[in-house]
C-alpha cells in the first residue's frame, strides 16, 4: 500500500515568517502534486512535479520533488494570513487513475 | 481552465430519503471522475472512481449499493446517497481528470447534512 506522510500536521506561524512543509513516502510516484484546501471549499491545485529534483516557484511558493520521486516539500516564504488553509500533496503512478492524498498540514497565519 | 462545479452546495434531507449530487467539469472532457468524502479536517478520502460509460469502481468497505455513481457523459458524474441516515453526514467533493492527464481538477464540494 502507498502511503504518503505529510508533517507538520498544524503549523501557527506568525505573518512574515518562512515554513517548510514536507511530503514524504517509501514509493515512487511518477507525478506529485500540492493543493491547497480553505473550508468549505474544494481543493485547489497549486503545482505539478513529474521530474526528479525539480523545483517550481509559485510566487513566494517552492516546490521540489525529491531526486528520486518519493519525497516533496513546499517552502512558504514570508507567509501571509492569504496561505492559511489546508495544504495537501497527492501522488500519481502510471498504473492508476488515482491519487494517494497525504494527511494535509493545516496551516494558519496570524497578522 | 479545468473548472468542476458542483450541485448543491448544501444540502439537508431527512433520514431515509435520498440525494442526488452532480458533478460536471464546464470546460474539458472528464474521461475519469472522483468522489471523495471528507470529514472534520481531515484529509480526502476517496470513495470511488468512474469512467464515461462503465461502472464505478468502489474503494474497500464503499458500499456501492448506498452510494450510486452514475458517469453518463464525458461532463457530468452524479453520487446519490441512498437512504440517507446521519453518519451519511459529510462534505462530499468530485474531481475530474482527463486522458494522459496527471491531476485532478476539483469541484467545491457539497455538504451533506441528514436529520
Known amino acids: 500500500t502507498q502511503l504518503l506522510e505529510q508533517s507538520p500536521q498544524f503549523l501557527s506561524i506568525q505573518e512574515g515568517e518562512n515554513l517548510t512543509v514536507y511530503c514524504n513516502s517509501s514509493s515512487v510516484f511518477s507525478s506529485l502534486q500540492w493543493y491547497r484546501q480553505e473550508p468549505g471549499e474544494g481543493p485547489v491545485l497549486l503545482v505539478t512535479?513529474?521530474?526528479?529534483?525539480e523545483v517550481k516557484k509559485l510566487k513566494r511558493l517552492t516546490f521540489q520533488f525529491g531526486d528520486a520521486r518519493k519525497d516533496s516539500s513546499l517552502h512558504i516564504t514570508a507567509a501571509q494570513p492569504g496561505d492559511t488553509g489546508l495544504y495537501l500533496c497527492a501522488g500519481g503512478t502510471d498504473s492508476s487513475y488515482k491519487l494517494i492524498f497525504g494527511s494535509g498540514t493545516r496551516l494558519l497565519v496570524r497578522p | 481552465g479545468a473548472v468542476v462545479s458542483q450541485h448543491p452546495s448544501r444540502v439537508i434531507c431527512k433520514s431515509g430519503t435520498s440525494v442526488k449530487i452532480e458533478c460536471r467539469s464546464l470546460?474539458?472532457?472528464?474521461?475519469?471522475m472522483f468522489w471523495y468524502r471528507q470529514f472534520p479536517k481531515q484529509s480526502l478520502m476517496l470513495m470511488a472512481t468512474?469512467?464515461?460509460?462503465?461502472?464505478?469502481?468502489?474503494e474497500q468497505g464503499v458500499e456501492k449499493d448506498k452510494f450510486l455513481i452514475n458517469h453518463a457523459s464525458l461532463t457530468l458524474s452524479t453520487l446519490t446517497v441512498t437512504s440517507a441516515h446521519p453518519e451519511d453526514s459529510s462534505f462530499y467533493i468530485c474531481s475530474a481528470s482527463w486522458r494522459g492527464g496527471y491531476e485532478q481538477y476539483f469541484g467545491p464540494g457539497t455538504r451533506l447534512t441528514v436529520t
Open positions: 470546460d474539458f472532457q472528464a474521461t475519469t
Open positions: 468512474s469512467n464515461e460509460g462503465s461502472k464505478a469502481t468502489y
Open positions: 512535479v513529474v521530474t526528479g529534483g
